[in-house]
């Protein structure tokens, strides 16, 4: 059973407001391009890590993730990130992984749909 | 201008704390603890943004080096961090952190306010 669902919202447009106004429309570029850098090799090394039986390193990799899901404004990503470092969700981790992977994609489809920087709210 | 050590191993956060913090003061940042006490000596931060999650040696370990080195002792030190627990602000504040600042930054004037108060405790 997917612990995510279609229907949970994917993103959040007021984190890239937030972004803008830390930094201006750059800011929010780079730490955009930061962001879909890093966070496939993120989800790649927690399935290696759970496929190593190292629990503590998806969790590891999970709370970084966490974080700049949080500021980008990737919801869902947020979600199945917390869930990933929950001890209660440990037999769903690969699920979880699975679900982050998909998240990502849906996350990259919301962010070519989200207003850009200076545009009206 | 006030000097501030970030140490953080996301990139993103670097980035971003940069953005936000990098026209008021005098930033030198650090991917990682060693790295950050390593340079204490020759940066000498008036304030230290420190992450908790840091691979290998943790934030908390760097701070007991920190308080260790008599040079540093009363060195101002932030805990920033994505653990967000209702208890965990006081677990970080009993670690020895002087504040306790989450991720992901939603309201910089909570940031800037307590780098403030803090440095207001150190002679410029």
Known sequence: MPINTAQDAVGDVNALKRLERF?????????????????????????????AGNIEGVRSVAHMLKSSAGQMGALGMQKLCEQL??????????LLLTDLDHELVRYIAWLETAPQAGAPT | MRRLM?????????????????????????????????????ELPELV????????????????????NPDFRHLPVIAFTAHAMSD????????????????????????????????DRVPA
Do not use: C, W
Request: aromatic share 4%; glycine share 8%.
């Open chain 2, 49 to 68: 943004l420190l992450d908790i999650s840091l691979p290998g040696m943790d934030g908390v370990e760097v701070l007991r080096h920190i308080r260790a």
């Open chain 1, 23 to 51: 930094g201006g429309s750059k800011l929010r570029a780079e730490i955009t391009l930061l962001f879909l850098q890093e966070a496939p090799s993120r989800i790649a090394s927690a399935r290696a890590a759970l496929d």
């Open chain 2, 88 to 119: 965990d602000r006081s677990k970080y504040l009993g670690h020895g952190f002087d504040d306790y600042i989450t991720k992901p930054i939603v309201d910089e004037t909570i940031l800037l306010g307590s780098i403030s108060r803090l440095l």
């Open chain 1, 85 to 94: 470092e929950s001890p209660e969700h440990s037999p769903n981790l690969s």
């Open chain 2, 6 to 42: 970030i140490i953080e191993d996301n990139a993103d956060n670097r980035l971003l704390l940069n953005a936000i913090l990098g026209d008021t003061f005098a930033i030198t940042e650090h991917a990682n603890g060693p790295d950050g006490l390593t340079a204490l000596a020759t």
